[in-house]
């Protein structure tokens, strides 16, 4: 049996259910078991480590991994999918050193080998559980009871392995590589990981002397920002073809070397400074300076401490000079390499342990840490004069990903694989499988082959103000509260559809997850219940079973029908096509796309025949083609969303043919195969004729906007100006569209622009003409606003134009269309274009065009109210009216029109008074006056909603010997909360009516302890100091409250989706929407209203405004928050006092966290 689609939805609360479904079929294993026999699909997860918690980064690449294996398997592969655990490195190390304070390799040493291990076991899974639950909870399939995990003997074993076939094949030698290297965790960092975690910092930046052995008054200068490495220094470099000079600095008569393109890096002025001499790098070669430091004067028997040349040094920074210590640089250790002033197996000269600090060769600064030693080695080097100039430099550097402290560069012995005489087999592997470098290297070394057919690259994930997610600046967003608020789906369709998928960075937004949700899965669930409604109504009307059988092509002339049929088909074969080639960024763009074409346009166009209004026979052809439509759109994304499509296929399974399914287990959507594109179907001139069609519904309510003309006011033509026969047959095919969609009352295609007195105008593209004109930009300027219609058309066509010698293309010139007078254009016409569709739309309108679209005004106030009170289009209704001034100008519009009003509303429409049992009413403006509207349910007596306060209320009377007093004790507060026991509504008269004691009565019975207040709700409780009164009494009747009230519903934290459903669609609308909640249920929506008693008992002050908000923000625990009440839910009027004393009984009131 299918239930009905509810109007509102909690998508994150539907994903729960799924998961319960999924629990209750072990549908992964159940799919397991469905494909074992099938050609395997090859996939090994890469293991995240399990010592720290999985952040958005894990939940990108677990998503995309989940959406390739998904489709494997729709695909007809068997896809063994296994969680793995990387139990090794950094991470784990990170933590037991903190844990176990543990400074370098010396503390390991002192613990030993083994028990350092056994440390690391016990925390290498250390949140396995909480990865579980969030992996299982974003509804990725992969089996977590059968994982791997790299600490195992038969993973380490292949790590071996791999390392014992390269060595025996020649390729492992050891040797020293400067590599960044974390002073923090003792370990040198892979590049990747050392270009991870950037950040603008502060250095010293320094520019030092060498003065010439032969010469020792003229100085060779280089500029640094790491002071610390000149203790290390050993030659330095100049560029071969540059120029340099000698340069005497005018304020001191010292002479330096420089690059002559440099000397703003010392002086700022021609004034400060003389040139000399001027000559080439290369003419530096080999000469001798005098050492900064005597730490390695040994060297210079080696050839140190001289100059080199090498093309790396450049004129963008420094002085031109560049100080090489070879063991802190990559240039500077291999040109140092190449000039012989080390060799590979010399002992390295790198004075710097692991953690950071300077070892005894350097004797000034032994022990101590080199960011900290910068400031000491400049004070030195100024005191033995070597020091010309300091300062400070801003520039991007490195930082560990783990410890957050600055990387250094030094030289690492290790062991390395031999890669350069395999360079000409590594590029072809490349050109076949893309490029991922270890893999690669490895692959080809043992096998001479790719290590795999296919690789997705994806940026990082960073917080919104495009920094590194950081749990320590609290820069983005918890993930499980993102998929708790706004369901796993959002998230995994806003990752899967940003800049992310395409190897670019994503600043993660909160707000755009949102989006997900009200551009996307709001209007695709609407198209899916309005689906389900109108199959259930024609279920109900034809008296049958609607079954659709997806095997039979649906026999439809209807070319609304055709195209959404057609444009599937062919998102099947373009999405196979893609997907086939790993391209998920081209893919879901067109996915959403889709969404938005289905609800917008097919939906939306196709309503009254969705709802019976042809005959039935039309209606059942377009039902079955929406089914069909749905059930495709949810196979294809199935993959990338699998808690949605689970949800609908679950309700529109029902719908299919027995005779579909003879031997498919169709109780889950991923049980079942991809559909296949049925090439026939596809129609591309139908595609282009509707494509044109949007065009120009689009175009026309660009017009509107522009004029500020509401579509519910009709106009009298649409002229569409397209060149080719076909096209104007196209539009007139589908002018009942557009006639519907723009409100028009005719619509013309011609291609005779003169008719309507339309010609182009060339308006220049200032910026681009003036940078690559010059001189001639206000001659050109003026020819081109001299072109005539005829030059233009053609430059329309061509896209080029040759103006007073200069050819200009579509960059240069934008075309405008102008109206002028022309035969066709006695109308008021206005004009819009995309290029290619040229749409007129006649804005003259008439007395009764005005009319028509102020009774469309109260059709839409009616439908406005009827989705208010949360009424269903199959629910029977009456509409009571009244339009003030009675008999006047609104009045006799709605006499009018009432056979189009009662049509549109499907009710009749009746004068007032109504009856004392409302559903619903409201007062509205239109057209200056007032429009009383009240709607009654005819059928559902238990639907009616109270016309009092949202929270159960009593009346409560006090009868005593002196006095008689009324008050209202509200049961409730807010909406939904816990009833109040006798004993508590016993305090609250006690404390209202200020007596010590009291004892309560309902019609004459004492209540007593077990009473439930809630079925007193509305009525009238006697309040004495002792023995029920005799004497008659008056009291209020049931359901009207004693003291003035107001109703107040809380903005800012209603569900998200609540306020996206408000904004979209009517009533009656295919796309619907009507709340959505995100908490609890359904009723958390409810537990955001409550009611304020404006003064209580009755004769007490009214409440002022500042009282009002006090006690607002009592009643939803908001005390000590900036809160602000409007009148109304979009903010625009704000509640002043003077509206308290005037009118605001019985109100609801808007509350907004500012």
Request: proline share 5%; charged share 25%.
């Amino acid at each position: 049996m299918v239930h009905p689609v509810p109007e509102t939805i909690n998508f994150p609360k539907e994903e729960e259910k799924i998961l319960q479904l999924w629990e209750d079929l072990d549908a992964f294993q159940e799919c397991l078991k469905q494909s074992k026999s099938r050609p395997r699909y090859t996939f090994y997860d890469g293991p995240p480590f399990a010592t720290g918690l999985p952040h958005y980064g894990h939940i990108l690449a677990g998503t995309i991994k989940d959406i390739v294996t998904r489709f494997a398997h729709q695909s007809g592969f068997y896809v063994e999918r296994r969680f793995g655990w990387d139990c090794h490195g950094l991470p784990v190390e990170y933590e037991i050193d903190k844990t176990l304070n543990i400074t370098g390799p010396e503390d390991v040493k002192k613990i030993g080998i083994a028990q350092y291990n056994a440390e690391c076991r016990k925390i290498v899974m250390r949140y396995a559980k909480e990865w579980e639950l969030t992996v299982k909870r974003l509804g990725r399939w992969i089996d977590f009871k059968n994982d791997y995990k790299t600490l195992y003997p038969w993973f380490m074993e292949s790590v071996w392995w791999v390392f014992k076939q390269l060595f025996d094949k020649g390729f492992i030698y050891r040797s020293v590589k400067v590599m960044p290297f974390s002073i923090a965790c003792h370990t040198p960092l892979s590049n990747f990981e050392a270009n991870q975690n950037y950040k603008d910092v502060d250095d010293p930046a320094v520019i030092v002397s060498f003065p010439l052995t032969d010469e020792p008054t003229v100085a060779l200068i280089a500029w640094t920002t790491t002071p610390w490495t000149l203790p290390s220094n050993l030659s330095i470099c100049v560029n071969p073809a540059h120029t340099y000079i000698r340069v005497k600095d005018n304020a001191t008569s010292k002479t330096y070397i420089m690059m002559e393109a440099r000397l703003q890096a010392l002086f700022k002025t021609p004034e400060e400074y003389t040139i000399t001499d001027r000559f080439k790098g290369a003419d530096l070669k080999g000469k001798t300076y005098i050492p900064l430091f005597e730490y390695f004067i040994q060297l210079q028997q080696n050839g140190a401490f001289r100059v080199l040349c090498d093309e790396y040094v450049t004129e963008e920074s420094g002085t031109g000079v560049v100080h090489q210590a070879p063991y802190f640089g990559a240039d500077d250790f291999r040109v140092c390499l190449e000039n012989g002033i080390i060799q590979k197996d010399s002992t390295p000269i790198c004075p710097v342990d692991s953690s950071g600090c300077f070892t005894s060769e350097v004797s000034d600064f032994v022990g101590m840490y080199v960011k900290d030693a910068d400031k000491h080695i400049m004070k030195l080097l100024k005191e033995r004069g070597r020091l010309v100039h300091s300062g400070t430099c801003r520039h991007n550097y490195p930082f560990c990903w783990r410890s957050d402290t600055p990387l250094i560069y030094k030289a690492v012995p290790s062991w390395f694989v031999q890669v350069k005489h395999m360079v000409d087999k590594l590029l072809k592997c490349n050109s076949q499988t893309y490029w991922f470098y270890t893999l690669l290297v490895l692959s080809t070394a043992l096998f001479g082959k790719p290590a795999f057919k296919n690789c997705i690259v994806n940026g990082l994930v960073l917080a919104s103000d495009g920094q590194k997610m950081s749990k320590r600046k609290k820069n983005y967003p918890d993930p499980l509260y993102v998929v708790n608020t706004y369901g796993a789906d959002a998230l995994r369709l806003y990752l899967i559809n940003s800049p992310v998928v395409r190897a670019e960075n994503l600043r993660f937004r909160e707000e755009s997850v949102r989006d997900v949700l009200k551009d996307v899965f709001l209007p695709w669930y609407n198209a899916y219940r309005f689906f389900v409604q109108n199959v259930q109504r024609w279920e109900q009307d034809e008296g049958t079973s609607f079954l659709y059988d997806e095997r039979k092509e649906i026999v439809t002339e209807n070319i609304m029908d055709k195209w959404i049929v057609s444009f599937m088909q062919s998102l099947i074969k373009y999405f196979k096509t893609e997907m086939a080639g790993y391209r998920l960024y081209t893919i879901v763009p067109r996915l959403v796309k889709f969404v938005d074409l289905l609800t917008n346009w097919y939906v939306r166009t196709n309503r009254g025949r969705l709802k019976g209004q042809t005959t039935a026979l039309d209606c059942r052809h377009t039902l079955e083609t929406l089914c069909g439509v749905l059930l495709s759109l949810c196979r294809l994304m199935a993959p990338f969303t699998p808690f949605i499509t689970e949800m609908m296929f679950q309700t529109l399974r029902h719908f299919l043919a027995p005779s579909c399914l003879p031997d498919k287990d169709s109780r889950s959507i991923h049980y079942l195969m991809l559909p296949e594109s049925r090439e026939c179907q596809i129609d591309e001139q139908i595609e282009q004729a509707v494509a044109r069609m949007q065009s120009i519904i689009e175009l026309g309510r660009v017009i509107r906007d522009r004029n500020t003309i509401p579509m519910r006011y009709p106009l009298k033509e649409v002229v569409v100006i397209v060149e080719s026969d076909e096209a104007q047959r196209d539009v007139l095919t589908l002018q009942k569209y557009i006639l519907e969609e723009l409100n028009v009352r005719t619509v013309t295609a011609t291609a005779d622009k003169s008719q309507y007195g339309v010609t182009l105008r060339a308006e220049p593209n200032y910026a681009v003409l003036g940078q690559r004109l010059k001189g001639a930009f206000k001659s050109v300027i003026a020819a081109i606003r001299n072109l005539k219609n005829p030059e233009l058309e053609n430059f329309r066509k061509t896209g080029s134009i040759t103006v007073e010698g200069h050819l200009l293309g579509v960059d240069d010139l934008r075309l405008v269309h102008t109206m002028g007078q022309g035969q066709g254009n006695g109308g008021k016409y206005e004009s819009h274009s995309d290029g290619q569709v040229l749409v007129l739309l006649n804005l003259a309108t008439d007395q009764a065009m005005e009319a028509e679209g102020v009774a469309r005004e109260v059709i839409n106030r009616i439908q406005k109210l009827r989705k208010k009170a949360e009424l269903l289009p199959t629910d029977e209704i009456k509409v009571y009216f009244e339009a003030r001034p009675i008999y006047g100008y609104l009045h006799s519009i709605i006499q009018e029109h009432e056979a189009l009003i009662t049509s549109a509303i499907k009710a009749p429409l009746q004068r007032y008074p109504p009856p004392e049992i409302a559903t619903i009413h409201d007062t509205a403006k239109v057209k200056d006056s007032d429009l009383l509207l009240t709607i009654v349910q005819k059928m559902s007596p238990a639907k009616p909603v109270l016309l009092g306060p949202v929270c159960a209320y009593l009346n409560l009377h006090l009868v005593a010997d002196t006095r008689q007093q009324q008050a209202v004790a509200l049961l409730e507060n807010p909406s939904q909360d816990p009833v109040m026991d006798l004993a508590g509504l016993t305090h609250l008269a006690c404390c209202l009516f200020g007596v010590d004691s009291c004892r309560l009565f309902s019609q004459g019975s004492e209540l007593t302890a077990d009473v439930d207040l809630r079925k007193l709700q509305g009525g009238c409780v006697l309040v004495t100091e002792g023995r029920l009164p005799k004497a008659d009494v008056l009291v209020s009747s049931r359901g009207v409250p004693c003291c003035p009230y107001i109703n107040v519903e809380l903005l800012t934290a209603c569900p998200a989706g609540a306020r996206l459903m408000e904004e979209q669609g009517g009533a009656d609308s295919g796309t619907n929407t009507k709340g959505i909640n995100r908490g609890t249920g359904k009723d958390d929506c409810h537990k955001n209203k409550g009611s304020i008693l404006l003064k209580n008992p009755f004769h007490q002050k009214l409440l002022d405004g500042t009282r009002l908000l006090h006690e607002t923000a009592k009643v939803f625990g908001l005390r000590g928050r900036n809160l602000r009440l409007f009148l109304d839910s979009a903010k625009t009027e704000e509640l002043t006092d003077p509206m308290i004393e005037s009118s605001l009984n019985g109100k609801t009131l808007y509350l907004a966290v500012v």
